[in-house]
């Protein structure tokens, strides 16, 4: 089954304590992206990649790291989480030439 | 740079009614996608209807049309004899490549039973 892959869906934790969400595509997509869903905001991009070893910032990139070693994984890292990162986050694929994006379950993360 | 107007938070809708959620954009490009995705309760993302802006037809799935005004940039999704699963979050979105989606603030749409 053709799928995008979010791990954890639900992550608490405290400010300042590194993690990393993981995203993993079965599609052979070459573009992938991490966006974050506040209310009132919809969905705003965080940072994008075109292929392996190829990244970009989006709109929101600040206190976001990515890394794009093989072509289905994009883990998205937190270095020193704030409160202010407390949101529903998407990881999405896309195919070239194909701009709908096909969206991971979602990590509901809080940081206290 | 790009943007994407949903001017009603929120909507109601009989069930077995129609419905239509108007998104409105920006945009200089001549050459770009236009998309209406679902959002239920299960956070889940959805793409329920795509639109490339080369194309005058506009596009249909089953219950779901819409009606793209290109000149007026105007991108309006109709859903025909509600369901109580319609129910969810709607999202208009606007794409120029493939590695962005700009997005409306969101529409949410409660069906009456």
């Known amino acids: 089954e053709a799928q995008v892959t979010q791990n954890p869906r639900y992550l608490i934790t405290v400010t300042g304590k590194k993690l990393t969400v993981t995203c993993s595509q079965n599609m052979n997509h070459e573009y992938m992206s991490w966006y974050r869903q506040d209310p009132g905001l919809g969905l705003r991009q965080i940072y994008y990649?075109?292929?392996?070893?190829?990244?970009d910032k989006g709109d929101v990139p600040e206190g976001y790291k990515v890394s794009r070693k093989e072509k289905r994984n994009f883990p998205l890292i937190l270095e020193s989480p704030s409160p202010n990162q407390t949101s529903l986050y998407f990881c999405?694929?896309?195919?070239?030439?194909?701009?709908?994006?096909?969206f991971g379950q979602g990590t509901r993360l809080t940081v206290v | 740079a790009q943007t994407v107007t949903q001017s009603q938070p929120e909507m109601s809708v009989q069930e077995a009614e129609t419905v239509t959620l108007s998104c409105t954009y920006d945009?200089?490009?001549?050459?770009?996608?236009l998309f209406w995705y679902k959002q239920p309760p299960s956070r889940q993302m959805i793409l329920v209807i795509r639109q490339e802006a080369y194309k005058q037809q506009n596009a249909t799935e089953n219950r779901f049309s819409v009606n793209f005004q290109k000149a007026a940039k105007s991108f309006s999704l109709k859903i025909s004899d509600s369901q109580l699963g319609d129910a969810a979050m709607y999202f208009c979105?606007?794409?120029?490549?493939?590695?962005?989606?700009?997005f409306g603030k969101g529409t949410k749409l409660s069906v009456i039973p």
């Open positions: 990649s075109m292929n392996v070893e190829v990244t």
């Open positions: 945009t200089s490009e001549s050459d770009y996608y």
């Open positions: 979105a606007y794409g120029a490549g493939s590695y962005q989606l700009t």
């Open positions: 999405a694929s896309s195919s070239a030439g194909r701009t709908e994006a096909f």
